[in-house]
């Protein structure tokens, strides 16, 4: 998420760095749209599985293979690391500042970002991630004392216990009686189920009325499948916490070191998703395994490909300027408001109150229409902050924890 630029300059770090990491914030956001579309494009089962609907040339399965291995996860992974470091820059803000009780800014941030992410699910998007953020990121101060090799060992075997648990979960998935609970339960949310499928065309093509009762009603239910998801995202966190502390995200890394990290963890990262993409490919795209691949399996792989997405980007943009490093920074400095009009957007391609193009088009046809919300972030962000401070909705989140809003304008 988008943090203070002033909060980042308690440190050495000198305005190059900062604007390094506005650029990786930017890339960030553009990089989760490209995985969003499909939320919004297609029922739910073929963000997962293209074998459930959606893909129906080689087009589309190459899309999706690429995406598997490139996209899928990776920058959510980014931006959650991201959202760590941005807790530890003003938790060290706090600190520079006197502040005696900055754990109670940190609990008030949270939860405005958590009321600002309820309404962007049952207004917008069901697959919103700014309530598991605020959930996760309540922990992350605790474990702030820690050394930056410390916050990187609590992330891994945070992550390492969320990929135990999953892979019991994903064995009683495999091994279970067909028909029983546990072999619908795969079926529903990552197969091809006709009855799955028949209501997410309903619910596709509902209007906004129907949309706004069903999410309210049902919404603690939809938060209940985020709480699993607390340990792996806070794990990601504390590893973009642990990036802070060490310099890389600081800007302070030789390029050469920054691409032996990009370039080491790629090679972990890349064949490992290979591997899995090949599993559910000899599986058949089988639910049970394509759930336990994508939720608890790859997440280790698409953490350490995150991390060299950031390595790279650190050393392409830390030490030097450009056009396309000032664009990316203007969208990063408007994280939260790009992550929500970027739902604006695929709402008012695909929703019933906009050009309803709901499964109207295949896989690779919605990955295009992805880039129409990057395109519009990247063209609106600079003008926008010509003449005004922060985003709208950054605006709004600081203000409403502060409990006093500052001047918008410059």
Same mark, same amino acid.
């Given at each position: 998420?988008?943090?203070?630029?002033?909060?980042?300059?308690?440190?050495?770090?000198?305005?190059?760095?900062?604007?390094? #990491?506005?650029?990786?914030?930017?890339?960030?956001?553009?990089?989760?749209?490209?995985?969003?579309?499909?939320?919004?494009?297609?029922?739910?089962?073929?963000?997962?599985?293209?074998?459930?609907?959606?893909?129906? !040339?080689?087009?589309? $399965?190459? =899309? $999706? !293979?690429?995406?598997?291995?490139?996209?899928?996860?990776?920058?959510?992974?980014?931006?959650?690391?991201?959202?760590?470091?941005?807790?530890?820059?003003?938790?060290?803000?706090?600190?520079?500042?006197?502040?005696?009780?900055?754990?109670?800014?940190?609990?008030?941030?949270?939860?405005?970002?958590?009321?600002?992410?309820?309404?962007?699910?049952?207004?917008?998007?069901?697959?919103?991630?700014?309530?598991?953020?605020?959930?996760?990121?309540?922990?992350?101060?605790?474990? &702030?004392?820690?050394?930056?090799?410390?916050?990187?060992?609590? !992330?891994? =075997?945070?992550?390492?216990?969320?990929?135990?648990?999953?892979?019991?979960?994903?064995?009683?998935?495999?091994?279970?009686?067909?028909?029983?609970?546990?072999?619908? +339960?795969?079926?529903?949310?990552?197969?091809?189920?006709?009855?799955?499928?028949?209501?997410?065309?309903?619910?596709?093509?509902?209007?906004? /009325?129907?949309?706004?009762?069903?999410?309210?009603?049902?919404?603690?239910?939809? &938060?209940?499948? +985020?709480?699993?998801?607390?340990?792996?995202?806070?794990?990601?966190?504390?590893?973009?916490?642990?990036?802070?502390?060490?310099?890389?995200? +600081?800007?302070? $890394?030789?390029?050469?070191? %920054?691409?032996?990290?990009?370039?080491?963890?790629?090679?972990?990262? =890349?064949?490992?998703?290979?591997?899995?993409? =090949?599993?559910?490919?000899?599986?058949?795209?089988?639910?049970?395994?394509?759930?336990?691949?994508? #939720?608890?399996?790859?997440?280790?792989?698409?953490?350490?490909?995150?991390?060299?997405?950031?390595?790279?980007?650190? /050393?392409?943009?830390?030490?030097?300027?450009?056009?396309?490093?000032?664009?990316?920074?203007?969208?990063?400095?408007?994280?939260?408001?790009?992550?929500?009009?970027?739902?604006?957007?695929?709402?008012?391609?695909?929703?019933?109150?906009? &050009?309803?193009?709901?499964?109207?088009?295949?896989?690779?046809?919605?990955?295009? %229409?992805?880039?129409?919300?990057?395109?519009?972030?990247?063209?609106?962000?600079?003008?926008? #902050?010509?003449?005004?401070? +922060?985003?709208?909705?950054?605006?709004? $989140?600081? !203000?409403?924890?502060?409990?006093?809003?500052?001047?918008? &304008?410059?």
């Amino acid at each position: 998420m988008a943090t203070d630029p002033k909060a980042e300059r308690v440190t050495p770090a000198g305005i190059e760095r900062v604007v390094a #990491l506005d650029a990786l914030r930017g890339i960030a956001v553009a990089g989760i749209a490209l995985m969003n579309v499909y939320i919004y494009a297609l029922p739910p089962a073929a963000y997962f599985n293209p074998a459930a609907t959606g893909s129906e !040339g080689p087009l589309d $399965w190459i =899309v $999706w !293979g690429l995406s598997f291995v490139l996209v899928e996860d990776k920058f959510r992974s980014l931006f959650a690391m991201l959202f760590g470091a941005g807790v530890a820059i003003l938790m060290d803000r706090a600190r520079h500042a006197g502040n005696p009780h900055p754990l109670r800014g940190h609990v008030l941030r949270m939860a405005v970002l958590f009321a600002i992410g309820a309404a962007h699910a049952i207004l917008i998007a069901n697959n919103d991630v700014l309530r598991l953020y605020a959930m996760a990121g309540l922990f992350v101060p605790l474990f &702030l004392p820690l050394s930056a090799r410390a916050l990187m060992i609590a !992330g891994a =075997v945070l992550m390492v216990l969320h990929t135990i648990g999953g892979t019991l979960i994903g064995y009683l998935w495999l091994t279970a009686e067909p028909g029983s609970a546990m072999a619908v +339960q795969p079926e529903q949310l990552f197969g091809p189920d006709p009855a799955a499928l028949d209501y997410a065309r309903v619910t596709g093509t509902e209007d906004f /009325a129907e949309r706004l009762v069903r999410r309210t009603v049902r919404f603690f239910n939809a &938060l209940e499948t +985020q709480v699993p998801g607390i340990p792996s995202a806070l794990g990601t966190m504390l590893v973009g916490a642990a990036l802070w502390r060490n310099g890389l995200l +600081q800007g302070e $890394w030789p390029r050469a070191r %920054c691409y032996a990290l990009a370039g080491r963890m790629a090679l972990v990262a =890349v064949p490992a998703l290979v591997a899995l993409m =090949v599993l559910d490919i000899r599986a058949d795209f089988n639910a049970a395994m394509v759930g336990a691949v994508a #939720l608890f399996w790859s997440l280790p792989f698409d953490l350490l490909l995150a991390v060299a997405y950031a390595a790279l980007a650190m /050393a392409l943009f830390a030490h030097r300027d450009g056009a396309l490093r000032r664009l990316l920074a203007a969208a990063g400095r408007l994280s939260l408001t790009n992550y929500l009009l970027s739902s604006v957007v695929f709402a008012l391609l695909f929703y019933s109150w906009g &050009l309803g193009l709901f499964d109207t088009m295949g896989r690779s046809g919605a990955f295009a %229409c992805a880039f129409v919300p990057i395109a519009l972030m990247l063209l609106w962000s600079r003008p926008w #902050l010509a003449y005004f401070r +922060q985003g709208p909705f950054e605006w709004l $989140w600081r !203000g409403i924890a502060r409990g006093r809003f500052g001047p918008i &304008l410059r």
